[in-house]
């Protein structure tokens, strides 16, 4: 699954690339989801560029 490159600047990955250490905390403090690409956790699907649900 592609992602929306406007969406892309809150992805994870996105941020991860640009050392946003703090909002990387504040996005994934509480994760229910994981990036089927890189392996990022975000407490929502709309920080990752292929979310699937956490068991």
Do not use: F, R, W, Y
Not at 24 to 38: E, F, R
């Amino acid at each position: 699954m592609a992602c929306n490159i406007e969406e892309h600047k809150m992805h994870m990955c996105a941020l991860k690339a640009g050392n946003k250490e703090e909002c990387i905390k504040s996005l994934g403090d509480k994760p229910t989801v994981v990036c089927g690409n890189c392996g990022a956790k975000a407490n929502s699907p709309d920080n990752l560029c292929s979310p699937q649900q956490l068991d």
